[in-house]
């Protein structure tokens, strides 16, 4: 194997090496790469859209269906990890662990025993079992809100600084995933179930594919924002803007949505009761 | 609205997807009749764009509102109207064959499976009318990650052959990734019209001849061209059955239109077939294609997998008749996309009925079916003597223009291998039509050895479904002389004798 | 001799990309760990993003963020030459985001087939497929 693996990555690197001779320098302002279409890019985006980032313009804007069909992949992955690995099961057929919260003493129900489910004496603790650490629970319920903040924040000023749909969305949903591992599973659950991630997901995708048909149904093409114009009182340009932002909106929500249900689905191997 | 068609055929689909979701969320039985109604209007808008651009020729679309190369362009002409009719065909025909097979294994995912389905649907769609090089990666990858998690979903050795999969796959997704970082790096554009302006001043440099090549190695990786088809018996043989004939039919060949379209339309073929001169090694190529993949069918005694190495060899066909570079060959492989596409379907729903009905994928199991399911098995039929290549059935008139074509560039040796396959493909099908004919049937331990003693005729609607496509095998070779001349022979540059 | 000093100099991100990809796909053929393998496509990709967001780049240019891009919509003159290209940047989102969705699903593949197998050596499934 390794003989074989040498020799195709010396051919691969041999083909990949061979181009570079004819290669631009690396930071070359004159290369053409830079020279056809980036410009116009970075000299009329502040007039075609009115937003500075440049990079949310033309992510959004001028190459805004790449970035509906990104946000149907993250989509579809979260999908792909449910349908691979949700076990939907009625009984439980493991063994579970119970604390009795006063006394301290742990419980070992054995398969299809009966379970004190609702009881507030009892608090269910994961297989892999660590000890109850009061720094970790206290610093994270601290820090979570703050994260979830800078996360809106990072979408909402996508407009002017980096940031935008993704990156907030994703740190909204590493806020979740925080909350999940300082504490239960369980506990996560109960904050943001399974069916609302997965709604939450569809909705997301939902808006920013749905803003494109509005555009379509008043009369432009797929995705052209302008067309939104009279709907959002404004001239075309601004709505240009606002458009922009609806989707990053949108693209924000399925982005936590879907990071959070792959959180579950693997942390958890499909069978969403115990996890990390 | 019909201005629109270019976009509506993805956004029908691709709408519909998030629509599924929700409305299994409350309800698991809404999925199946979304899935068909969105996957009924992506193919009658298919089929209004392939009589649109028959009408008035070439149609564009810019989303976004913005002309390219600032924005993203559709771009239909004859070749993708045609391949994409193919396709949307297929999708809808097999979700109405497979549903009772669906709601059997897959019971309480629903609403995921078909959400997946129609996902993949709409980015193989996606990529056929595509005229961006880097949105065609984005919806490349949609197809592909939706089809490792369709393929990986059976128990047996699904998971481990659909991870090696992904492996392959990324692999070369991410070389044409590269290939059309090259292409950006010296000419500053993606969009594929304008690429082809910029290039042929470029092209002496090593920098595209490089992006050429590993474009190329990128594609043949995805389409399972040999020698890098090695994931494709795995993961299609022990994908589930409603799965297996849904991706076998369709990923292989849309690989093969965008290899078409980048060499066609890209690097135009003063290019590709003059200044490359790679047309010799690639027909080569596509000859030990051939002829491995019909000696490895020989060699298996399953069914599905005996398919998926006929898929292999009808992978070089078209690549190889494709690099012959004259109009005849070209045609034939331009033809047999959309044979293939209809063949492949028939052949593996049958199968995928027989082995629900048997019980086990061995051709040794199929004893005396023809009796026992008399219209499953005339379907399939059907479907064997297509691929061997008899007339009238469309499998003969594409092999009829691949082997002119294989006369016309002098290329004898790829005319020899093609008669080999037919008569190799004769030996594996009438192989199965004498077991299951002749022999008597019996009751017999199926494979995972529940006694299988009622086999009985599948169920109604998968029966009228095969009859449909084996119908469609016959009227495709019917109307084959009408297709190359009013279609084909328009989406082929005129630079081509 | 110096001017291959200088352009080796000048290019040498494309060394390190061609580097990174030959490191990745060498994981994926000869480590037999199946989550190595998966870590070892993720950098093939890795490499390939880096490679195209190093395409944009200009020497000593700013982001692509148009300062008091509000208050003067129109008469402030951008100059293209003063900002890096920001269209690498734009479709490398795309691909970063590709990379983890891929990676998602190779991970639950990874499960399902430890549930199934116990292991995630490569050649241990195969001795298992064999007994089976």
Redesign the interface.
Known sequence: ??S???I???L??G???????????????E?????????????H???DT??????TA??A??????????T???????????????I?RRKSTTTRLYRHNLTGITLRIAKGGKLPEGSAEFERIDSLWVPYDMIIKVTSRLVVPFVQLFALYVIAHGH???GGG?QGGVIFGAAIILYAISNDLRRAFRRLNE?AA??AS??G??LY??T??LC?LLG???????KLADLLHTDAIMARSHGILIVEIGVGLAVMAVMVS?YY??SS??RHDEGL | MSAHFPGLVIIIPLVAAFLILIGALLDRRLAFPLTALALLGSLLTAIGLLVKVLQTGVVEYHLAGWAPPVGIAYRVDHLNALVLVAVATVAFVNLMGTRELVKGLFDDRLGPFYTLYILLIAGLQGIVVTGDAFNLYVLLEIAALTGYALVGMSEGRAPLSSLNYIFIGTVGASLYLLGVGYLYLVTGTLNMADLAVRLPALYPSKVVVSAFVICLVGLCIKMGFFPMHAWLPNAYSHAPDPVSSLVAPLVTKVMIYVMIRMMLFVFTPAFAFDQMAISEPMVWLAIVAIVAGSFMALSTRRLKRMLTYIIVAEVGYMVGGFWLGNRLGISGAILHIVNDAIMTLCVFLSAAAIISKVGSDAIDDMQGLFKKMPVTMGVFVVAGLSIIGVPPTCGFFSKWYLISGAVAAGQYGFMAALLLSSLINLVLFFRIFEIAYFEPFHDHHGDHGHFVSAVQEAPFEMLVTLVVTAVLLFALGIYAGDIVSQIIDHAIPVGIT | MESLLANFLAKYNYWVYIGLVMIGMYAMIAKRNLVKKIIGMNIVQTAVILFYVSIGAKKGKTIPIIAHGHEDTGHHAVQALDYISPLPHVLMLTAIVVSVATLGVALALAIKIYRQYGTLEEDEIAMRIEDQ
């Open positions: 194997m390794r074989l693996a040498l195709t990555i010396l691969v690197g083909l990949l090496f061979y181009g570079t001779p004819d290669f631009p320098a690396w930071g070359d302002p290369s053409p790469a830079s020279l056809h279409v980036s410009p116009y890019y970075i000299e985006a502040v007039e009115a937003v500075p980032n440049i990079v033309v992510l804007d001028y190459r805004g269906y790449d970035t509906m069909f990104e149907a992949v993250i989509f579809s992955a979260g999908i792909a990890c449910l349908f691979l690995l949700r939907y002017h600084s980096p993704f069916k997965l709604l569809a909705v995708v939902l594919a749905g494109g048909l379509l432009g093409n797929f995705l052209d924002y302008s792959l689905n693997l191997a499909g």
